[in-house]
C-alpha cells in the first residue's frame, strides 16, 4: 500500500533530552512537510523540503531540525531548545506544483515530562 | 495576507439532520481552497478541493462545498449526517511561494454527531 508512516505513534522523553520522529513515503513525491497541531490552533509548518539535501524553515522552525538525505525520508528533530515540545506532530507529502493534495500520516503524539 | 476563518469552534447536530461548517477567507486574488477532515488521534484525509472550475464542488462520503467569491466564503455541507462524520474538519488555503505550495490552516471546527 502506498502512503506515509511516521513513527512512534507514540512518544515520551524528558525535558532537555533530543527526540527524533521518523517519516517515511512510498508515493515518490518530491515535496515533504511537517507540522504541528495543539489543541484550537490547526496546523502550523515547521520545514518543508521540495528536493533531497535542500529544505526550508516554515512559520514555527526554533527548536526543531530536519534531514533529507533521501527523497522517501524526511526525519524531524526535536531539540531541548524548543520550549513546548509537547504536541502532535504530522508529517505529509505531496507532488510539486499548485493545487495538489497533500497526503498525511498518522501522526506521533510526543509529551515530555 | 491570505488566511481562513472558520467561524464555529464546535458544531453539534443530530444523526440524519444537515451539516453546515462554515469558512471565510481574504485573498488578494483567486484562492485554491481545501477541506480536510481529521479523526482522532489521526492524520489528515482531504475531503475536496477548490481550484477556480465549478463553484460547487462535490467530496468523498457525501459532502460538498460551494466557493461564493462575493461572500469570501467556503462552507462545507452535508444533507445528512452519520455519527461516523463525527471528526474535526479544516479549512484550508493554498499559498504560492517561491515555487512552493504552502497550506494555511483554519482552526478547525469538531462536529459532535448525536444519534
Known amino acids: 500500500d502506498g502512503g506515509i508512516t511516521q513513527s512512534p505513534k507514540y512518544l515520551f522523553r524528558k525535558e532537555g533530552q533530543n527526540v527524533t520522529l521518523s517519516c517515511e513515503q512510498n508515493?515518490?513525491?518530491?515535496?515533504m512537510y511537517w507540522y504541528r497541531q495543539d489543541p484550537g490552533q490547526g496546523l502550523r509548518l515547521i520545514y518543508y523540503?521540495?528536493?533531497?539535501?535542500?529544505?526550508q524553515k516554515g512559520d514555527i522552525a526554533e527548536g526543531y531540525s530536519v534531514s533529507r538525505e533521501k527523497k522517501e525520508s524526511f526525519p524531524l528533530t526535536v531539540t531541548s531548545a524548543q520550549k513546548n515540545p509537547t504536541a502532535f506532530y504530522l508529517c505529509?507529502?505531496?507532488?510539486?506544483?499548485?493545487?495538489?493534495?497533500?497526503?498525511f500520516g498518522q501522526g506521533t503524539r510526543l509529551t515530555v515530562v | 495576507a491570505q488566511s481562513v476563518t472558520q467561524l464555529d469552534s464546535h458544531v453539534s447536530v443530530s444523526e440524519g439532520t444537515p451539516v453546515l461548517l462554515r469558512c471565510n477567507y481574504s485573498?488578494?486574488?483567486?484562492?485554491?481552497l481545501f477541506w480536510y477532515v481529521q479523526h482522532p488521534n489521526k492524520g489528515l484525509q482531504l475531503l475536496l478541493k477548490?481550484?477556480?472550475?465549478?463553484?460547487l464542488v462535490k467530496g468523498i462520503n457525501g459532502f460538498e462545498a460551494e466557493f461564493k467569491k462575493s461572500e469570501t466564503s467556503f462552507h462545507l455541507t452535508k444533507p445528512s449526517a452519520h455519527m461516523s462524520d463525527a471528526a474535526e474538519y479544516f479549512c484550508?488555503?493554498?499559498?504560492?511561494?517561491?515555487?512552493?505550495?504552502?497550506?494555511?490552516f483554519g482552526t478547525g471546527t469538531r462536529l459532535l454527531v448525536s444519534p
Open positions: 505529509a507529502s505531496s507532488i510539486l506544483g499548485v493545487n495538489t493534495e497533500a497526503f
Open positions: 508515493l515518490n513525491h518530491d515535496a
Open positions: 523540503s521540495q528536493i533531497v539535501n535542500d529544505f
Open positions: 485573498s488578494s486574488y483567486s484562492p485554491s
Open positions: 477548490y481550484t477556480s472550475a465549478a463553484t
Open positions: 484550508v488555503v493554498s499559498l504560492m511561494n517561491t515555487g512552493f505550495q504552502k497550506l494555511v
